[in-house]
């Protein structure tokens, strides 16, 4: 479970967030709360049980000083085992302050609790050799292990394993979440997340999705003013049909399938408008009552495919851009929608963000920046969605369904989306991804795509 709407911040955020507190309060009473918030959230799971706190040689293990202090002086038998020496100012007060045994690390005994508080925000390289085992091995015969901020081993601002243990039971984020606590190997290795407010004010654009305030259409509604969503059929127009479905499901007033041929499935209510190519979609798109155009789910990548995009493209229409259109605009993806004036949005998995965008950097960092060549939103789409602006604003789901591993989510995800933006909502990326989870959730395991779209209506009721 991850805090909804809480503030993300990266390493150097948190520190300059904690500098700023201790120019008015002293730098122990801000850890005395930390190790407090700490202690507080362990002994919810001791039940009587031994406890074991390992201390690191930074403030991380000074916080793990303070909670072993707490505990033991509320009754719990406490065991401290530390890598080294305390290295920081405040972790060798904390350190004289516990004032009892300090074992080494390399020959503690299992207890059933265990307090992980070797490394947290300071963690800048791969565990030793030496320290990781040894970690891994009182993790494996811990019954609970709670980590301070974050499990030692994580990187902060990427999520990236550099030697984390499996088997962590919960972390306590202290002051906010860090990308860690929801991207990368960190969605795996946190456990539950808890988050404790220490009386650091953080300031971040990003933030975790949270579920969206929606208005259910007034007494004088119509089918064009809930919007109107067009979607592009191409080779495989089963995979439009999903995201008509799914936009129609998502609310749209009204749902028209540009498509090569009157027949096919679909609903009813889903109405069909034939084009043969791109000049004919241009033509159509001139309509400027359309709310959204959704083009790529089953698009295909040939010379009619390339016609149909580039009469999306020049639209002067809210545009949602997925699957082979993304494949076909592949690294020119910038030139391209930088010359659009209507608002543009991606959603590509990472295998299309591969395709098109440079992927250095953690995953927050990589969306930015291709939210900042395409000046258009980017769903960054997986297990960690990432959901960035081009003016800087991001979003982040973590622990979505993991059924959601299955051909045609992503098509049903743009459809929702349209319907998001033609209803002229502000923040149709995070409401999408928002909605698109809670009907995965709702639809339970094993659903095929076709059965999500079906659960929308159940998953926008939760937001009215
Ligand atoms: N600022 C505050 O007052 C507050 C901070 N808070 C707490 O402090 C935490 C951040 O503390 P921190 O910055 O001291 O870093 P921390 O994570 O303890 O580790 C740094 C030490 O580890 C070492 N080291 C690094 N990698 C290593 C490796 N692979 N293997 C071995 N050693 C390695 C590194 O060595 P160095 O790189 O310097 O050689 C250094 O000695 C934060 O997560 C939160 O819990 C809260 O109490 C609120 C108040
Ligand atoms: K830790």
């Known amino acids: 479970m991850i805090p909804p709407g809480a503030p993300i911040v990266t390493a150097a955020q948190m520190r300059a967030a904690e500098e700023a507190v201790f120019r008015r309060e002293p730098q122990l009473d801000v850890m005395e709360r930390a190790g407090a918030a700490v202690a507080r959230e362990a002994a919810r799971f001791v039940h009587g049980s031994p406890i074991l706190v390992l201390a690191g040689p930074g403030n991380n293990g000074g916080d793990a000083y303070v909670a072993a202090r707490l505990l033991k002086a509320a009754g719990h038998d406490v065991a401290i085992a530390a890598s080294g020496e305390p290295g920081t100012p405040a972790a060798r007060e904390m350190h004289a302050r516990w004032g009892g045994e300090v074992g080494s690390l390399y020959q503690a005994r299992p207890r059933p609790v265990l307090v992980d508080g070797l490394f ?41 394993d550099l030697g984390v243990p499996r088997g962590i039971s919960a972390t306590l984020a202290l002051g906010a979440l860090k990308p860690a606590h929801v991207l990368g190997a960190g969605l795996e290795r946190c456990g539950h997340v808890l988050l404790a407010d220490i009386g650091i004010p953080v300031e971040s654009q990003w933030r975790t999705v949270t579920r969206p305030k929606l208005v259910a259409p007034g007494p004088r509604a119509h089918k064009y003013s809930r919007g109107l969503v067009v979607v592009v059929e191409g080779d495989m127009p089963g995979a439009a049909r999903l995201a008509a479905h799914a936009a129609m499901a998502g609310g749209a007033g009204y749902t028209i399938l540009a498509c090569a041929s009157d027949g096919g499935g679909g609903p009813d ?18 309509e400027k009552r359309i709310g959204a155009v959704v083009i790529g789910p089953g698009l295909g990548r040939d010379r009619r495919a390339e016609g149909l995009l580039k009469a999306a493209l020049g639209a002067d229409l809210p545009l949602i851009l997925d699957g082979d259109a993304l494949t076909l605009l592949g690294k020119s993806a910038g030139a391209w929608l930088q010359r659009r004036n209507a608002a543009t949005w991606l959603t590509p998995h990472a295998g299309e963000f591969e395709r098109m965008f440079e992927s250095d950097g953690d995953k927050i960092t990589q969306t930015l920046a291709a939210a900042s060549e395409t000046r258009a939103t980017v769903i960054h789409k997986g297990a960690d969605t990432v959901i960035a602006t081009p003016r800087g604003v991001v979003r982040v789901l973590a622990q979505a369904s993991s059924w959601l591993s299955t051909a045609g989510t992503g098509d049903v995800l743009a459809g929702t989306l349209a319907a998001q933006v033609a209803s002229g909502n502000k923040n149709a990326a995070e409401a999408a991804v928002w909605l698109h989870a809670r009907a995965a959730a709702l639809a339970g395991p094993a659903f095929i795509a076709d059965a999500l779209p079906m659960h929308l209506p159940q998953a926008i009721s939760e937001c009215l």
Do not use: C, M, Q, Y
């Not at 990781?132 to 980590?147: G, N």
């Not at 109405?271 to 798109?285: E, P, Q, S, T």
């Open 269 to 286: 209510a889903l109405v069909r408008h034939k084009i043969a190519n791109g000049d004919d979609l241009a033509d159509f798109l001139t």
């Open 120 to 160: 947290g925000t300071g963690l800048t390289r791969p565990l030793e050799r030496g320290i990781a085992p040894v970690f891994a091995e009182l993790v494996a015969a811990a019954r609970f292990t709670l980590a301070i901020d974050l499990p030692s081993g994580l990187e902060t601002d990427s999520g990236t």
